[in-house]
């Protein structure tokens, strides 16, 4: 076990490097900062100064080196834009980002298996069709059409929500139903299709056949062996609860993570976009790694392999 | 025990009551509003701070902190009218002399003083330690405050833009404790202007030296204006509080705070669902749509500055002038304006706006629109139809995609082969790589004189030159002889031949059409828009049914 947590965290350490890297490389290729933040208006001798002040006048190896450098320290640079440092305000947001997306994630789970289950239960029944029906409405929407239409009736029309900003839990409503609604649907589309597949077993019909009570069979027998697809989907939910919700968080002007993204990619403010993504990258890799304990956890097959 | 213990709180409260009621009853009777006004952006810099955030959005913000020396009248022709100085006069060609409103009082309730004017203008405010007096382009102040601001170096591009702002200002005096002269090394008309421009904002000595840092300083200056800052976050919002101690009467609204909503949509809904009292930046194709509502209704105005497409003389096909004359002449303006914009702008006079006063040239105008004309010259230059790229970027500027479009099938109509190429940044639409021939720009005027904006943005120190776009040896030499012609008739002529060059010999840029700023807002809000990004809160300009 001890072997396999420190290559899992080798592997980290070197995916985090890659995406470091690779993201410097392309923003430096991609945009000049000096004339996003100081505007195309500002006279040239402003820009140069800005240019030189934060060193984008050197070449692209040495301003990497100086970098990896300082990371390799905890220092990963200034905002060029708010003059703090890069990886304070990437934390400073966080606690907004996870103020909608866990409460989403809590939605869509809540609101996803249950359904799923459901569906699979009553397969081809009027119930299951209109489930299945509402879920693929539900994750074929965009979500920036989703919040537009929830902005125009509980905001607009009702008037009983706020339509963007975060002055109190009220305004944190229609984002969370926003990104729990595609995150419920794409759950119950998943936990419907490994419950049928499930339920197709030989040893569901044995548990039957046995004359073990059908609740039982569900619970004991069909749910743990179905929880295996549904948890690497919420893997990749949980992994994606700092950065997935860069177009809700836009829409509703919420303060977090994703609208950081789009402001700092947009002005080219380097080291905060890099920052954001290691954030990210590191997050998500522990998601990653959480989701491997679980496949242990919840099937003794991989216990066993692991222990091989 | 108890019973003591009883009487204690009793009486503490009683005491706490006494003290508090008075106060509460006070705020009571304040029955000023306060607004909320949604916005795309509060400032691209993160800083409030003029001489850094040097932006449209940037200009907006300010209006409520800042004041200068000489203000704009906001609901007029943006004419000069007198802000924190009562009165000025010239001592000569050089020198301007300023005499201070008494008892102007900055927003940590110091008065307002010479000295702090001489500060707003010293080199550890604006122009760096660091800056060679020795130079022949020696910029100093003759501080009578030496005491330096230990730990607060000012970012790069602020002394770059105080130099750009004042070019050969030579020293700022104390004359008496409301009595400031302004001397500049070389003749200039243009003091007054330069002095009234957004970054010669006036602010406290006393509050920039007890900031920790710069940043702490542009995070929450310190000047006179109606609003003071109470909270600023960056792309979040800013929190402003009246000014009670203003010199022009107690600010008609208790508090304003702007919110950034960078997307429209949402701005307009929040609007419509009463969250918001103005909006900001409201493409001109979604006012019908908000007009609908009878809550509602949507201001703007035209703006000083201008929409132009820009000519890169040193591509092969762009080198003959006949082939930009040809351009200039290719475009139906007015139809732009009628259809894109559905007439709220207009089409101007060429590089130029009517707040010059006797520096504007009556008569000019942009290029006619002939066709036949263009395909004359074309034929003239022998242009065969080679493909000529146009670079683009995706809506910097409000319908600009959409411009181009309609552009590029005016020019196609005279016979120009104009292709569009979208480009994701302003780095690769400058890119001088032999492909550079046509781009968009917008131009201002940050004072009421053509040196402002012909000179600073198609002189020789202006971006069109410095990035090896266009020159032209006459306008250079008129450039340099205006800035320190003082007569105005020759002043006026030399402007006159530089817009023959720039506009029609010579084509550095052609004018498509003045731009406009759109505000919506609740209809029972009596409230007038300013010709220009700054908003306008004092007394005169607010009421509520």
């Known amino acids: ?308 | 025990m108890i019973l003591r213990r009883r009487h204690l709180i009793a009486a503490s409260g009683r005491a706490a009551a006494a003290t508090a009621l008075p106060r509460i009853a006070i705020g009571q009777t304040d029955r000023r509003p306060s607004i909320t006004i949604a916005v795309q952006q509060i400032a691209n810099s993160a800083a409030l701070e003029p001489l850094r955030e040097q932006s449209n959005v940037g200009q907006r913000a300010f209006s409520f902190i800042f004041e200068r020396l000489i203000s704009q009248n906001l609901l007029g022709k943006l004419e000069e009218v007198p802000g924190l100085a009562e009165s000025w006069k010239r001592i000569d060609e050089r020198t301007v002399e300023f005499v201070l409103r008494k008892g102007v009082r900055f927003h940590n309730g110091d008065e307002m003083t010479a000295d702090d004017v001489v500060f707003t203008f010293s080199r550890e405010r604006m122009f760096g330690p660091e800056y060679d007096i020795g130079s022949s382009k020696t910029l100093f102040t003759s501080v009578l405050i030496r005491d330096s601001v230990e730990g607060k170096n000012l970012p790069p591009e602020v002394p770059a833009v105080a130099k750009r702002l004042f070019p050969a200002l030579e020293k700022v005096e104390a004359i008496d404790k409301y009595t400031v002269r302004f001397t500049n090394r070389t003749p200039d008309v243009t003091l007054e202007g330069r002095i009234g421009r957004m970054g010669s904002d006036i602010i406290s000595r006393r509050a920039f030296s007890e900031a920790k840092t710069w940043l702490d300083w542009a995070r929450a200056p310190v000047s006179t204006g109606p609003y003071k800052v109470r909270e600023f976050l960056t792309d979040r919002s800013l929190m402003l509080d009246a000014h009670e101690d203003y010199w022009g009467g107690q600010p008609p609204l208790k508090s304003i705070r702007l919110v950034v909503v960078p997307e429209v949509a949402t701005r307009i809904n929040g609007l419509l669902a009463g969250q918001f009292d103005f909006i900001c930046d409201v493409p001109p194709d979604q006012i019908p749509g908000i007009e609908k509502n009878p809550k509602f209704e949507v201001l703007g105005s035209t703006i000083v500055n201008h929409r132009i497409t820009v000519f890169d003389k040193n591509h092969p096909k762009l080198i003959d002038p006949r082939v930009r004359q040809a351009f200039t002449h290719a475009i139906d303006r007015q139809a732009i304006v009628e259809s894109l914009w559905s007439g709220r702008t207009r089409v101007p006079a060429g590089l130029q706006w009517e707040f010059y006063g006797p520096m504007f040239v009556e008569g000019w105008t942009v290029p006619e629109y002939d066709v036949a004309k263009a395909k004359a010259l074309l034929k003239a230059a022998n242009y065969k139809g080679d493909p000529i790229p146009y670079r683009l970027t995706n809506n910097y500027y409000t319908n600009q995609v959409a411009t181009a479009q309609v552009l590029v099938e005016m020019w196609r109509l005279a016979g120009l082969n104009v292709q569009i190429e979208m480009k994701e940044n302003w780095q690769q639409i400058f890119e001088a790589n032999g492909q550079r021939a046509v781009r968009d720009w917008s131009n201002s005027a940050g004072f009421n004189d053509p040196i402002s904006s012909i000179v600073a943005q198609h002189g020789p120190q202006g971006q069109q030159q410095q990035v090896g776009e266009w020159t032209n040896e006459e306008m250079n030499k008129l450039s340099v002889a205006m800035e320190v012609e003082t007569d105005i008739q020759k002043r006026k002529a030399m402007f006159k031949r530089m817009l023959e060059i720039c506009e029609r010999e010579d084509p550095a840029y052609t004018v498509l059409h003045q731009n406009a700023t759109f505000t919506a807002k609740r209809k029972d809000i009596k409230w007038k828009a300013s010709p220009s990004f700054a908003m306008e809160f004092r007394t005169i300009n607010f009421a509520t049914n």
């Open chain 1, 1 to 308: 076990m001890l072997a396999f947590t420190v290559s899992r965290l080798l592997r980290a350490g070197v995916t985090i490097l890659i995406v470091m890297t690779f993201a410097f490389v392309v923003l430096r290729l991609s945009g000049d900062p000096a004339l996003l933040i100081m505007s195309v208006d500002a006279p040239p001798e402003a820009i140069k100064a800005f240019r030189q002040a934060w060193g984008l006048d050197r070449p692209v190896w040495d301003q990497y080196l100086t970098y990896i450098g300082h990371a390799l320290t905890g220092d990963f640079g200034k905002s060029m834009r708010d003059g703090r440092p890069a990886i304070e305000l990437v934390m400073e947001r966080v606690p907004a980002t996870l103020a909608i997306t866990m409460p989403a994630l809590a939605l869509k789970i809540g609101l996803g298996i249950p359904a799923g289950i459901y569906a699979a239960l009553h397969r081809n029944s009027f119930a299951d069709r209109a489930t299945m029906a509402v879920a693929v409405a539900g994750f074929t929407m965009p979500s920036f059409v989703l919040a537009l239409l929830l902005v125009l009736v509980f905001s607009v029309n009702l008037g009983w929500l706020p339509a963007s900003g975060a002055d109190s839990p009220m305004y944190a409503i229609l984002p969370i139903v926003t990104l729990g609604a595609a995150g419920a649907a794409i759950m119950a589309r998943f936990t419907r299709s490994a419950m049928l597949e499930v339920l197709g077993q030989p040893y569901i019909r044995a548990a039957s056949a046995k004359g073990v009570n059908w609740r039982q069979v569900i619970t004991r027998h069909a749910l743990p062996n179905a929880a295996i697809p549904t948890v690497t989907i919420i893997g990749f939910m949980i992994g994606s609860l700092v950065a997935g919700a860069i177009v809700v968080e836009t829409v509703f002007a919420w303060p977090g993570i994703g609208r950081l993204m789009v402001s700092a990619v947009a002005n080219r403010d380097l080291a905060v976009v890099q920052a954001l993504l290691m954030v990210i990258a590191a997050w998500m890799v522990m998601a990653n790694f959480a989701v491997d304990l679980a496949y242990g956890w919840l099937d003794p097959r991989v216990r066993a392999s692991a222990s091989l």
